[in-house]
């Protein structure tokens, strides 16, 4: 059964930053996106970035511009380096694989904490 591992979270003061890293414990050959979710305590997950196998990338609004994602989708890695964090970044971070080809599949990490307080 194949798992994504993520790391990389952890606690930061505002306007730190931190990276978090995911891989694929088997390869899954027919990935064609790949990006980071988070649920915050109360609220319901949300997409943060992704980018697709043809480069294509896209960023939660609160985001922009503070983080980047990258990674390469066919090797089921992804990266998602995070700027001038701020408090209501707080959440769990969540490593999404998506495959489109034969089947529609979601693979999800187990979710790793990111935490931004003074």
């Known amino acids: 059964q194949v798992q994504l591992v993520e790391s990389g979270g952890g606690s930061v003061q505002p306007g730190g930053s931190l990276r978090l890293s995911c891989t694929a414990s088997k390869t899954i050959r027919n990935a064609y996106a790949m990006g980071w979710y988070r649920q915050a305590p109360g609220k319901e997950r949300e997409l943060v970035a992704s980018?697709?196998?043809?480069?294509?990338?896209r960023y939660a609004d609160s985001v922009k511009g503070r983080f980047t994602i990258y990674g390469d989708v066919a090797k089921n890695t992804v990266y998602l380096q995070m700027n001038s964090l701020k408090p209501e970044d707080t959440a769990i971070y969540y490593c999404n694989l998506q495959t489109l080809v034969p089947y529609n599949v979601d693979y999800w990490g187990q979710g790793t904490q990111v935490t931004v307080s003074s």
């Open positions: 980018f697709t196998r043809t480069g294509t990338s």
